[in-house]
């Protein structure tokens, strides 16, 4: 037992909520402003490819990172026009952005690197690991804390950048407002619809930094598919959350921590395709303790009455 929960075993939690909780606290903003954002898995996958295609075309791992951010921004901005201006259902646009991501990777893979499945070269650079002083010399905490991508750490710093900002500015005063009452807040000169388009592109961003952990943070390489659900894992702790910041930290933390405890089963006789299991019942157990149905019913709301 002590070798199952070990001291690597909370490190590698670390990195694995990474993705999850960039990607939910995108979600998070897009639900504060009255859209349900079921595209994250989408916008993940496309962040994780175009941060590959960046380092290999550039060399550079920083510029992979802005190459990916800028590459979800392009399909975030898509999703935004069609929920925001066309008044297209933002749930239709979710799902049909997670297809054409997943069929667009794929097809891209192959016609830009001529290879089936995944894509790895040997040459490529991922993310730099940080050491942080002090912290780095303190017994277990250090082993666990010190030296992750910076990324990992961004995350961290975003969850109180974002709480801090949601419910202590007049910003996110006004962006609240937008979601929970656009009526009104346009009565008070609020720009609804800029605030829309500025929470989903903010989600944009954060998808692409998830990708860019998952492809150059975690595994230096991108495989077909290799979200494997994350996404849709980050929009249940979204939900979880109830689109607070440090609840999204929460969940993201739960389900970081089943993920890289089916990788750790994975070594010790266990079946694979068992192991792997376990995030997605955690998921679907977590689901059975989530009764408050006024967050799905409030988001619909604010997304009709904002039309």
Known sequence: MDQLFDVSLFASTLRMITPILLAALGGALCARVGLFNVGLEGL??????????????????????????VCVLVFSLLLAYMAIHLKANVIVVGISLNFLALGLTTFSLRAIFDVKGAYYDKSMVGLPKWDIPLIKDIPWVGDVVSGHSPLVYLSIVLVACLQYYLFKTVSGFRLLAAGQNPVAARSLGIKVTHIQYGAVLMCGVLCGLAGAQLSLGQVTMFTEGMTAGRGFIALVATMLGQSNPLGVAGASLLFGFMDALSTRLQGYALPVHFTMMLPYVVTIIAMFFFKDKSYLAEARKANESSR
């Open 44 to 69: 993940i996958l496309i962040g994780a490819f175009s941060a590959i295609v960046g380092n290999h075309l550039t060399g550079s791992v920083w510029l992979a990172v802005l190459f990916a951010i």
